[in-house]
Antibody
Framework: QVQLVQSGAEVKKPGASVKIPCKAS????????IHWVRQAPGQGLEWLGI????????DYAHTFRGRVIVTTDTSTSTVYMELSSLRSEDTAVYYC????????????WGQGTLVTVSS | EIVLTQSPGTLSLSPGERATLSCRAS???????LAWYQQKPGQAPRLLIY???SRATGIPDRFSGSGSGTDFTLTISRLEPEDFAVYYC?????????FGQGTNLEIK
């Protein structure tokens, strides 16, 4: 069955970076996109970016350009999201989610990784 | 960037009643790119509707989506206890993907 498995919670200091893995299984990894979406405590969903696993192409929300990088290790079917220059407002649950190309729907989601930014 | 505005912010209904949730876009959205998600506390969102009106795999037929252009609707025909949750619409446009702020469907 399709699974996206993320790592456990992280605590970071302001100014630091965090790199979150999302390990995929149960489907042909390179035939899909992986997105990153975050949710601050008690708030809604916010899209960060996407990676096309067939060619490695990426795109990011304007808000996060320059601070977020999404990469992949196809040998382990893992996608990574690195967010730098962390501030308290980045405290959130970060989700990875799968999209079949050009379907505009996130059909499977990871369980989420809580990142807490605190001094 | 296309902004999605959901209404109402909170909807209080009883099991068995009909729920109508609205999602309005700041500019026209292609129907292919409009989706709805359900999220329960402590869980990841779950895809309900894609392409504005197609149900995702395993979604009961009491959930339906409609609309075009700038106005979209999610309807739950007869609420079951497990339907009380937060619902988000989402779209894809030239500036990427955006979500509405959510509608909290609560038990009256």
């Amino acid at each position: 069955q399709v699974q996206l498995v993320q790592s456990g919670a992280e605590v970071k200091k302001p100014g630091a970076s965090v790199k979150i893995p999302c390990k995929a299984s149960g489907y042909n990894f390179i035939n899909y996109y992986i997105h990153w979406v975050r949710q601050a405590p008690g708030q809604g969903l916010e899209w960060l970016g996407i990676i096309n696993l067939s060619d490695g192409g990426t795109d990011y929300a304007h808000t996060f350009r320059g601070r977020v990088i999404v990469t992949t290790d196809t040998s382990t079917s893992t996608v990574y999201m690195e967010l730098s220059s962390l501030r308290s407002e980045d405290t959130a649950v970060y989700y990875c989610a799968r999209e079949a190309p050009a379907t505009y729907k996130f059909d499977y989601w990871g369980q989420g990784t809580l990142v807490t930014v605190s001094s | 960037e296309i902004v999605l505005t959901q209404s109402p912010g909170t909807l209080s209904l009883s099991p068995g009643e009909r729920a109508t949730l609205s999602c309005r876009a700041s500019q026209s959205v292609t129907s292919d790119s409009l989706a709805w998600y359900q999220q329960k506390p402590g869980q990841a969102p779950r895809l309900l509707i894609y392409g504005a009106s197609s149900r995702a795999t395993g979604i009961p037929d009491r959930f339906s989506g409609s609309g075009s252009g700038t106005d979209f609707t999610l309807t739950i025909s007869r609420l079951e206890p497990e339907d009380f949750a937060v619902y988000y619409c989402q779209q894809y446009g030239s500036s990427g993907y955006t979500f509405g702020q959510g509608t909290n469907l609560e038990i009256k």
